[in-house]
């Protein structure tokens, strides 16, 4: 009688832990302070020369970062 009661306590701790986890894991959309659309007052331009993007304030026109990887900066427009 004592190894069924404490299988029955096992499965209750063992459910409760997995519906936690199953909880835990969605991730809801909203209230995450993520960005939509594009990053504003910023522009990135092409530099061929040393085939690198480097993104622009669009308010001052003073360059702010050059990419490393030669890859263009996510979410910041492209200037033509």
Do not use: C, W
Not at 20 to 25: C, S
Not at 38 to 67: C, H, L, P, W
């Amino acid at each position: 009688m004592l190894y069924i009661e404490l299988f029955l306590l096992y499965l209750q701790k063992f459910f409760i832990n997995s519906l936690i986890f199953l909880k835990m894991a969605t991730n809801k959309p909203y209230g995450d302070n993520h960005r939509i659309g594009a990053v504003k007052d910023r522009s990135q331009v092409y530099n061929g020369k040393i085939e690198k993007f480097i993104k622009r304030d669009s308010e001052t026109g003073k360059f702010m970062d050059v990419k490393s990887d030669g890859k263009p900066f996510k979410g910041v427009r492209k200037e033509k």
